[in-house]
């Protein structure tokens, strides 16, 4: 048996304390990624989806019963359900239950193909935090359910925690980075609450683990190496993490691979769509007239503006019109195209009146465009306009008149090209 470890969760946070296996030691390589086929969901007999035909031995989810010891078995894995809470919505167990027999056997066969076949689901009302990970169990707040009835991947972090088994002294960041990693790679239901890993920000680095680690390990994984994930998970399992796994897997040490990630830190799918165009904003720096109350750099500060991420967006509450974004260019160049991309939220903070103004000395301005009455199809999504211009400059100046009808700004993007 496991001896007790114990992760706590907040926004799925875990303390992590020790955990003990008995498996053979392999060498240092990454864990080869197996394909696995998506468990089929389990549900209960009183309609819906039909259960795969060659899953066996599934009872049905009892609807009926609340409290108590609910068993479920699928394609070799067992999962006790424990309830004390008899204002639980068995619903929510219906959806915890299908969550873990899809991702638990995905995460097992990439990260641990010897990880324990039996799990335990325990909704508790004297647990307060969100969830937390021990022993083979994961406890969960049954008002923390009730008030966020669709983060139902809470399951996808917390039994990650089961598969890692870490038993060793590696850092506590690194394994809230890749539990939150196989959140954002397996998880089923993210979108539905708008839940995703966190874009880079100046104010934090990796050691803040969780969305803010799992944002760089995916960018590395992108960038660097497309094993490192389970590079780094075959160290900490095996308890020969260090320093130098980094080096190894990437020629680069830990904080190189860092500074590297913050020159241009967006994933593939976050970067900003220009098309054939040439991105004349790379490299450029940003000024507001009014900025986030954080201050620059901080998540929702205007440094988002220009960090070809369409996923982070510059926030302000109280706009005040004539709010002006500027950008020195690295170096002069004729400009005659632009993108500007919605937030991810709230489409009445949307810009809808604006200039664009162009300078070579920052003090004597000329407007290239204007567009008096403009909107967004959807979230997180990158309108481009071109304009006539032949003159080469080194400053261009967004000037925001009004937004959609809020009394707050948001943009995720604006970006000046060439085409």
């Given at each position: 048996?496991?001896?007790?470890?114990?992760?706590?969760?907040?926004?799925?946070?875990?303390?992590?304390?020790?955990?003990?296996?008995?498996?053979?030691?392999?060498?240092?390589?990454?864990?080869?990624?197996?394909?696995?086929?998506?468990?089929?969901?389990?549900?209960?007999?009183?309609?819906?989806?039909?259960?795969?035909?060659?899953?066996?031995?599934?009872?049905?989810?009892?609807?009926?019963?609340?409290?108590?010891?609910h068993t479920y078995i699928q394609g070799g894995d067992t999962l006790i359900f424990l309830n004390n809470d008899p204002d639980f919505d068995t619903s929510m167990r219906t959806k915890y239950v299908n969550v873990f027999f899809i991702v638990y056997p995905e995460e097992a066969a990439r990260f641990n193909p010897g990880t324990i076949k039996k799990v335990t689901f325990s909704v508790d009302t004297a647990y307060h935090d969100i969830a937390g990970t021990a022993n083979?169990?994961?406890?969960?707040?049954?008002?923390?359910?009730?008030?966020?009835?669709?983060?139902?991947?809470?399951?996808?972090?917390?039994?990650?925690?089961?598969?890692?088994?870490?038993?060793?002294?590696?850092?506590?960041?690194?394994?809230?980075?890749?539990?939150?990693?196989?959140?954002?790679?397996?998880?089923?239901?993210?979108?539905?609450?708008?839940?995703?890993?966190?874009?880079?920000?100046?104010?934090?680095?990796?050691?803040?683990?969780?969305?803010?680690?799992?944002?760089?390990?995916?960018?590395?994984?992108?960038?660097?190496?497309?094993?490192?994930?389970?590079?780094?998970?075959?160290?900490?399992?095996?308890?020969?993490?260090?320093?130098?796994?980094?080096?190894?897997?990437?020629?680069?040490?830990?904080?190189?691979?860092?500074?590297?990630?913050?020159?241009?830190?967006?994933?593939?799918?976050?970067?900003?769509?220009?098309?054939?165009?040439?991105?004349?904003?790379?490299?450029?720096?940003?000024?507001?007239?009014?900025?986030?109350?954080?201050?620059?750099?901080?998540?929702?500060?205007?440094?988002?503006?220009?960090?070809?991420?369409?996923?982070?967006?510059?926030?302000?509450?109280?706009?005040?019109?004539?709010?002006?974004?500027?950008?020195?260019?690295?170096?002069?160049?004729?400009?005659?195209?632009?993108?500007?991309?919605?937030?991810?939220?709230?489409?009445?903070?949307?810009?809808?009146?604006?200039?664009?103004?162009?300078?070579?000395?920052?003090?004597?301005?000329?407007?290239?465009?204007?567009?008096?009455?403009?909107?967004?199809?959807?979230?997180?999504?990158?309108?481009?306009?071109?304009?006539?211009?032949?003159?080469?400059?080194?400053?261009?100046?967004?000037?925001?008149?009004?937004?959609?009808?809020?009394?707050?700004?948001?943009?995720?993007?604006?970006?000046?090209?060439?085409?």
């Amino acid at each position: 048996m496991l001896p007790l470890i114990l992760f706590n969760s907040k926004k799925t946070k875990s303390k992590r304390m020790k955990n003990c296996r008995i498996l053979n030691i392999i060498f240092f390589t990454a864990f080869i990624i197996m394909s696995c086929k998506k468990s089929v969901a389990v549900v209960d007999n009183s309609g819906g989806n039909k259960k795969d035909s060659t899953v066996a031995d599934t009872p049905p989810i009892d609807t009926t019963s609340v409290t108590g010891i609910h068993t479920y078995i699928q394609g070799g894995d067992t999962l006790i359900f424990l309830n004390n809470d008899p204002d639980f919505d068995t619903s929510m167990r219906t959806k915890y239950v299908n969550v873990f027999f899809i991702v638990y056997p995905e995460e097992a066969a990439r990260f641990n193909p010897g990880t324990i076949k039996k799990v335990t689901f325990s909704v508790d009302t004297a647990y307060h935090d969100i969830a937390g990970t021990a022993n083979g169990k994961v406890t969960f707040n049954p008002e923390y359910c009730r008030n966020n009835p669709n983060d139902v991947d809470v399951v996808t972090h917390e039994v990650m925690h089961i598969v890692q088994a870490y038993s060793g002294d590696g850092p506590g960041w690194l394994t809230e980075g890749i539990a939150d990693y196989a959140r954002y790679t397996y998880g089923v239901h993210n979108a539905d609450i708008g839940w995703t890993v966190q874009p880079y920000s100046l104010t934090k680095d990796y050691t803040a683990g969780y969305g803010e680690a799992a944002h760089f390990l995916l960018w590395l994984e992108q960038n660097k190496n497309k094993q490192i994930v389970d590079i780094l998970n075959n160290a900490m399992y095996h308890s020969i993490y260090a320093p130098s796994v980094w080096l190894t897997a990437t020629g680069e040490t830990l904080e190189e691979l860092w500074a590297d990630y913050g020159k241009n830190p967006a994933l593939t799918e976050e970067k900003t769509p220009i098309g054939d165009a040439t991105d004349l904003t790379v490299g450029s720096q940003i000024s507001v007239t009014q900025e986030n109350p954080d201050g620059y750099g901080s998540p929702e500060s205007s440094f988002e503006l220009n960090d070809n991420d369409i996923k982070s967006k510059f926030l302000l509450y109280g706009f005040q019109p004539g709010l002006s974004i500027r950008l020195k260019l690295k170096t002069p160049a004729v400009a005659n195209a632009y993108v500007m991309t919605s937030g991810n939220d709230n489409p009445d903070r949307d810009p809808s009146n604006w200039l664009i103004l162009a300078s070579k000395d920052s003090a004597n301005w000329t407007l290239l465009d204007g567009r008096p009455n403009e909107s967004f199809a959807g979230r997180n999504t990158t309108n481009k306009y071109t304009f006539t211009n032949q003159e080469s400059y080194q400053y261009y100046m967004l000037v925001i008149n009004s937004t959609a009808g809020s009394g707050d700004f948001q943009l995720s993007e604006w970006r000046i090209l060439q085409q």
